[in-house]
DNA sequence: CCAGTGATTCTCT
DNA sequence: GAGAATCACTGGC
């Protein structure tokens, strides 16, 4: 389990980091395989014009979920970082499923395990997640964040679907993985 | 490719 | 306060 130091830094280093990481709610989810960063320098952030309801938790304490709801259908997670209240988080875009796919399955309505999590919207419909979950800590249940193990293989690449800041290469992936909601364009990285 | 969907936020009275 | 624009998306064509 990650600790709430883990999270005081910038959104950039925790979403490279949390490749590989696996996240569980309920114990339903799997391996982090795609992330966003956001920040409030960034035009594309919820954060960009200061704080608001709706983003409130980006700047309240980092290792807290921020929960929106997108294009009015869709929810998506996010996890609050940085040394204090910054407006800065990490978006989770994607799930290898390795626990709970019966659940997951079941709540998306499909069985094929490569669409369950394979995008923001998708992962929060299979793990449950959507506004009563706004502003929870992840340090405690029913969240479970656990490391990943070694240093897998990352690529940096532009962000999907937005319209603003479209050149920074704020999106990682995990190499090759097939759970991706899309394709891994980028560079590779060391960490 | 593009329509649906409705909350959120901005702008102007 | 009202009207309008803007979406960190998904699924079906």
Redesign the pocket.
């Known amino acids: 389990m990650i600790g709430a130091d883990y999270f005081a830094r910038d959104a950039a280093s925790l979403a490279h980091d949390l490749i590989g990481a696996t996240l569980l709610f309920h114990g339903v989810g799997g391996v982090i395989v795609e992330t966003?960063a956001?920040d409030q320098e960034d035009p594309?952030?919820?954060?960009f014009?200061g704080p608001?309801?709706?983003?409130a938790a980006?700047f309240g304490p980092a290792g807290h979920a921020?929960v929106?709801?997108?294009?009015?259908?869709?929810w998506?997670f996010?996890i609050v970082c940085g040394p204090g209240p910054t407006g800065q988080?990490v978006?989770v875009?994607a799930l290898e499923p390795t626990q709970g796919l019966a659940a997951m399955q079941g709540r998306?309505g499909l069985a094929d395990p490569r669409?369950l999590c394979a995008?923001?919207?998708?992962?929060c419909?299979a793990l449950g997640l959507s506004r009563e979950h706004d502003g929870l800590p992840l340090t405690r249940p029913p969240f479970h964040l656990l490391p990943a193990h070694g240093r897998p293989p990352v690529l940096a690449g532009p962000?999907?679907?937005?319209?603003?800041g479209v050149e920074t290469p704020w999106r990682f992936a995990l190499a090759g993985s097939p759970y991706l909601?899309r394709p891994a364009r980028g560079v590779p990285l060391q960490r």
């Open positions: 966003e956001y594309a952030s919820h954060s014009r608001t309801p709706r983003n980006m921020y929106y709801r997108s294009y009015g259908v869709h998506c996010n988080a978006l875009r998306r669409l995008g923001p919207g998708r992962l419909q962000r999907i679907g937005i319209t603003k909601s």
